[in-house]
């Protein structure tokens, strides 16, 4: 737990960091050209559909889950929002630095996807240490699952991914062989790194905004007491 500003800070910076390296390898993911998780070929959907960049149509899905969360009563911290939107825009600057070019062979496309995957991976670790709350999609994941607790959670992940697939095929978005990989790789990509990092994401008590704002106005109010 956060029990400083300076805790915050330092766990912002961490999260934000490890933000960024998940998009790299979301990036490394859409460049692989074989099709891409369903949460990006939504958003790659949205932004051809209404022609507005990758990043921009990421932050509105992920305000949009946001504000599903907030009328399920799911607790939404700093790192909620820097999820929403540290994401989309690096994966806008990686698109417009044009460091890799998009793949036409099928099996360095697969291993460009795996290796995004990995990275994808190893940074929620970063990400998700930092204790600042969960991402948007991975926060309505968890309420619905409260409410629908006859389904596993697993079983409400592929709910979700089927309606969010669905909707991101209409709307244009890449649907290939990366797209059936997904589900498995990213699973099994994300275990491997927790395990070589000695990380259960289950032990971490993550902070909400009201905590987060108590710890930050905690020293105010303890300086006004002594005056």
């Not at 395990?195 to 289950?202: A, G, L, Q, T, V």
């Amino acid at each position: 737990m956060n029990k400083t500003p300076l805790d915050i800070l330092k766990s912002a910076v961490t999260a934000t960091l490890g933000l960024m390296m998940f998009a790299v390898g979301t990036y490394l993911i859409i460049q692989a050209n074989i099709g891409v998780d369903p949460w990006d070929a939504f958003s790659i959907g949205i932004s051809k559909r209404f022609n507005i960049l990758f990043g921009t149509a990421s932050i509105i899905i992920s305000f949009a889950v946001i504000g599903v969360d907030l009328l399920m009563r799911e607790k939404i911290g700093i790192g909620t929002l820097l999820d929403a939107i540290v994401v989309g825009k690096t994966v806008d600057l990686l698109n417009y630095l044009n460091l890799i070019p998009k793949q036409d062979n099928l099996w360095i496309g697969i291993l460009m996807l795996l290796v995004g995957f990995f990275i994808a991976g190893f940074s929620q670790y970063f990400y998700m240490k930092a204790g600042l709350c969960c991402g948007p999609r991975d926060a309505m994941q968890v309420a619905i699952g409260r409410r629908l607790h006859m389904i596993p959670i697993g079983g409400v992940n592929v709910i979700i991914l089927v309606v969010v697939l669905i909707v991101g095929w209409w709307l244009g978005g890449p649907i290939g062989i990366g797209t059936l990989i997904s589900p498995f790789a990213a699973g099994t990509m994300q275990q491997f790194a927790f395990n070589m990092m000695k990380f259960e994401p289950k032990e971490v008590k993550h902070q909400g905004f009201i905590e987060s704002f108590r710890v930050l106005t905690k020293r105010e109010r303890e300086t006004k007491s002594y005056e």
